[in-house]
Nanobody, 125 residues
């Protein structure tokens, strides 16, 4: 079992930056593929980025964040990060960390076995 706790959300002006963190419990963190999803008010939860646990930590991003967001992980600290730059009002959402044992459908919620409670990001214009 893995427990995930997100932090780092807040209010930022458009064009600004935030770094989200997701701390995982347990000694098997390095086995999991990790991801960030987000859910804006009135919308479904959507894939943001994922980092797989092998092959040099290959990463995948949603088109809407490509070039602005960077996902990374520190297995020694059991933590995954999401560096968000050039933030836009449309990035406003609750951001969720997720962990999976597989990654064939990394862009779908059903791939992920564990979820955090979320952290709110609000970008003002």
């Amino acid at each position: 079992q893995v427990q995930l706790v997100e932090s780092g959300g807040g209010l930022v002006q458009a064009g600004g930056s935030l770094r989200l963190s997701c701390a995982a419990s347990g000694r098997t963190f390095s086995r999991f593929h990790m991801a960030w999803f987000r859910q804006a008010p009135g919308k479904d939860r959507a894939f943001v980025a994922t980092i797989i646990n092998w092959n040099g930590g290959r990463t995948y991003y949603a088109d809407s964040v490509k070039g602005r967001f960077t996902i990374s992980r520190d297995n020694a600290k059991n933590t995954v990060y999401l560096q968000m730059n050039s933030l836009r009002p449309e990035d406003t959402a609750a951001y969720y960390c997720a962990a999976a044992t597989g990654y064939s459908n990394y862009y779908t919620e059903k791939q992920y076995d564990y979820w955090g409670q979320g952290t709110q990001v609000t970008v003002s214009s």
